[in-house]
């Protein structure tokens, strides 16, 4: 096998992860962040930033990830 310039022979191609759906996303910080009614930025500083609770912020990083394992299963 050659390589060209820029080549790695330790890199493997693999397909990009799909995206989550934005709806499933405002779902879920709806859920946890009842203030937010957009992910879109809306540059006013009290429509895009957000007062939240760390305990809040775990709650919904861990919906999303349990989400995200669940699509990947369904492959």
Request: negative net charge.
């Given at each position: 096998?050659?390589?060209?310039p820029g080549d790695d022979a330790m890199t493997t191609?693999?397909?990009?992860?799909?995206?989550?759906?934005?709806?499933?996303?405002?779902?879920?910080?709806?859920?946890?962040?009842?203030?937010?009614?957009?992910?879109?930025?809306?540059?006013?500083?009290?429509?895009?930033?957000?007062?939240?609770?760390?305990?809040?912020?775990?709650?919904?990083?861990?919906?999303?990830?349990?989400?995200?394992?669940?699509?990947?299963?369904k492959r």
């Amino acid at each position: 096998m050659q390589l060209s310039p820029g080549d790695d022979a330790m890199t493997t191609k693999t397909a990009p992860a799909k995206a989550p759906s934005e709806a499933l996303l405002l779902e879920i910080a709806a859920r946890h962040f009842h203030t937010i009614e957009t992910l879109e930025t809306r540059n006013r500083d009290r429509l895009d930033f957000h007062d939240v609770a760390v305990w809040a912020i775990r709650a919904a990083l861990e919906e999303a990830y349990a989400a995200g394992v669940a699509a990947a299963s369904k492959r």
